[in-house]
């Protein structure tokens, strides 16, 4: 009888505690950025069609988190929706960038802010700015939402904007979904996202008159943006199992996926 083939999405089924992280056999495990989930889970869904004999684990524990988990051993591919910092190189980790995000950043639909410049998206998340009306909006207090400590996400945004240590969030949250959803509930709230995971409950806002797109996060016009790195131990084998889906995600095959999943491939 073929095996049947199971992805395991741990933040949609609430089995986080169950997925081990350690690959083995045919099992590949991926640990790590949640604003990763859409493009992951389609790839790993189209290998395991193809590959009927693999199961591959996802994780969504966040950027950092992953990152840990490769450099102890604990799974085979992490996932990370940041650049590798220099002391993480230095542990002996390589990253590989998969594809590049958008991130979008985010308003509530009867928000009447349409654009914004990146002056005063860095001025509004560190408090120069706190008041909708300063922006061309409805008078109102900005709400900042943002990410928790450690997320690629957050850590994306922050250097960017170059607001590192500096932003007054109202609240941070320890996903993307949440991210979307707390955003979509409140009028005054502002928060940023990845590109591929952003749902019609929210407005995505232009930054310097550009909105982000495959074309405008291709071509580097859409400046809000960021790496999806994949990272592995340099010098270390990955698996058999591991190795093939590693080579299948980074070809040229896979790069149709990637952008059904909202992202722009690397290769």
Partial sequence: ??????????????????????????????????????????????????????????????????????????????????ELKAEELAKGLKATVLAYDGIAIIVNPENGVENLTMQQLADMYTGKITNWSEVGGADGAIVLIGREAGSGTRDGFESITDTEDNCAYRQELTSTGDVITTVASNPNAIGYASLAAVKDNVKIVSIDGVIPTEESVKNGSYTVQRPFVLVTKDGVELSKAAQDFFDYITSQEAADIILAAGAVPAN
């Fill in 1 to 82: 009888m073929k095996k049947s083939v199971l992805f395991i999405l741990a933040a949609l089924l609430g089995l986080t505690a169950l997925v081990g992280c350690g690959g083995s056999g045919n099992t590949v495990s991926t640990d790590g950025s949640t604003s990763m989930e859409k493009v992951i889970g389609s790839l790993a869904e189209a290998y395991m069609i193809a590959n009927g004999d693999t199961t591959v684990t996802y994780n969504p524990t966040g950027s950092g988190s992953g990152i840990t988990a490769v450099s102890e051993g604990r799974c085979d591919i992490g996932l990370s929706s940041r």
